[in-house]
């Protein structure tokens, strides 16, 4: 299992200095993984994230958010056209780096809808999803959706409906991605979720309620953590914080980041690596009850 922190924990600047940095203060931080956000891979820097990884010794995961022109859940072809060519660009960025995880918000735009998914956008999405599946599977890397909150996307709120959605794509190399954040607003509890997506869980993120230091909001990570013991979970456990004193202009203003909850990251992810790692010492202790 390895332990990773979400890249903008470190820099909002994705140019190949903020890359660079962002894997240093990874590999100092105690992580095994640096999750690179991809909002635009076509701009990505793969020869600058290429060699940071090689001189750290991190592994490297994507994720990213679709915006309205690139919504695959949408019923304008041509959007739905511009979201598949941007996660197929997308797995090949990641295929370059070695990375065997796509995921993210990667079926429908990262935004409050105003109204339901349609069942037209949602077979779009599914369908690409499928298509983005096989492509990645090609590349050695596992596709995970990300459940997400009703503010961040009206396709996939709780886990029961990531599976149903994963198994329509059609490609058994599509997964569930779950983030205690958002499972904290929609779920019934922290236990059932892990274990109703069991084998079917392929990434997970960790998140306060606020988005800040673990430990100092109303998640509920021990049940968490000991359904993951429970279902055998060997998957990426990756740290995900934000604060306004990071800021993504892509990402920040999407997610509501509107409070500085930390200002010292280096701090921030030495802690989330040492509770993180923690939890599952404790839980694995659990087989000896
Ligand atoms: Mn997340």
């Excluded at 797995?91 to 809808?113: F, Q």
Aim: glycine share 8%; hydrophobic share 40%; with cysteine.
């Amino acid at each position: 299992m390895r332990i990773g922190c979400h890249g903008l924990v470190w820099t909002g600047t994705y140019d190949a200095a903020g890359i660079r940095h962002a894997v240093q203060k990874t590999k100092e931080a105690g992580f095994d993984l640096i999750e690179f956000p991809l909002m635009d891979p076509f701009t990505f820097d793969v020869a600058a994230a290429r060699a940071a990884l090689d001189d750290y010794g991190i592994v490297a995961t994507g994720s990213l958010g679709l915006d309205e022109s690139t919504d695959v859940s949408s019923e304008d072809d041509a959007a739905v056209r511009a979201g598949e060519a941007l996660l197929e660009r997308a797995v090949d960025v990641l295929a370059e780096l070695g990375a065997e995880h796509l995921c993210g918000i990667i079926y429908s735009a990262m935004r409050k809808y105003m109204e339901p998914a349609t069942q037209r956008g949602v077979a779009n999405s599914q369908a690409v999803i499928g298509r983005i599946g096989e492509r990645a599977r090609a590349a050695g890397i596992k596709v995970s959706v990300e459940v997400t909150n009703r503010y961040e996307s009206n396709v996939l709120n709780t886990a029961r409906q990531a599976r149903e959605f994963a198994a329509a794509t059609g490609s058994d190399n599509v997964g569930v991605h779950l983030d205690t954040y958002h499972m904290n607003i929609e779920e019934t509890d922290m236990f059932n979720p892990v274990l109703d997506t069991a084998e079917l869980l392929s990434y997970v993120h960790i998140g306060e309620s606020h988005r800040g230091y673990l430990g100092t909001g109303n998640v509920d990570f021990d049940s968490f953590f000991k359904a993951l013991h429970r279902t055998g979970y060997d998957g990426p456990v990756v740290f995900e914080s934000f604060s306004s004193s990071v800021v993504s202009p892509d990402l920040s203003r999407m997610l509501g980041i509107w409070r500085n909850l930390w200002s010292d990251s280096d701090e921030l992810g030495a802690h989330a690596n040492a509770f993180i790692r923690d939890k599952l010492v404790a839980m694995a202790s659990t087989t000896h009850h």
